[in-house]
């Protein structure tokens, strides 16, 4: 499987403090439930159009660097243990529960993605298509080691099975639908991981480790309390 590349940090030197001008201004305003236009930021940060394209040439690259800002902490995150599973369990332990603090930014993220999907499948988007996808690079960095023993068909079906999991997606169900606490948000999470982690083990070719392997928490629920 390929290594998906590190998400872009932005710009340095002296243009860095234009862009993070306006970077503040428009995190300011995804935080209050708006994902505004390029020109709308302009006029918010009192530059010209000119300028705030030039930073930001479309709403797909401002939204990008605004969930790159407010993940930094999740992204920066690297599992320190050499077993796969063991890394896996300590990035949802460790990063899950840091997306409650940024909800409103990656729900503007998915909210873009649909509306960007939705016009490119009628052919009437008039900008750059909105891609996600960083949570493939964390998983991958995390669950690497799992490779050998699963085989690189069975690996990349868990990392497509727990990215449905680590993400905002999660939330937006268990919280919209269900009316979940961010709590049982954090539970059911990592129940379904427990229980991808299983099913993966279960079908290895290489049986190196059971489904009750290496590195498992023995009551991840009373931990959290």
Known sequence: MRTPPPPDTGPTGPQARTYRLLLGHAMALVRRGRIPSVPELAVKARVSRATAYRYFPSRSKLVSAVVAESLAPVRRFEPTAADGLVRVREL???????????????????????EHESLERMGLLEEEPYRRGHRRYMLHRAAGPLAAT??????????KALSLIYGIESYVVLRDIWGASYREVESVARFMLEALIESALRQAPHPALSPKGRGRNPSPSRSRR
């Open 150 to 159: 699963l085989g690189s068909e069975a690996y990349e079906r868990l990392l």
């Open 92 to 114: 949802f332990d460790k990063t899950f529960p840091l997306f409650k603090r940024f909800e409103p930014h990656m729900r503007a993220a998915l909210q873009l993605s649909l």
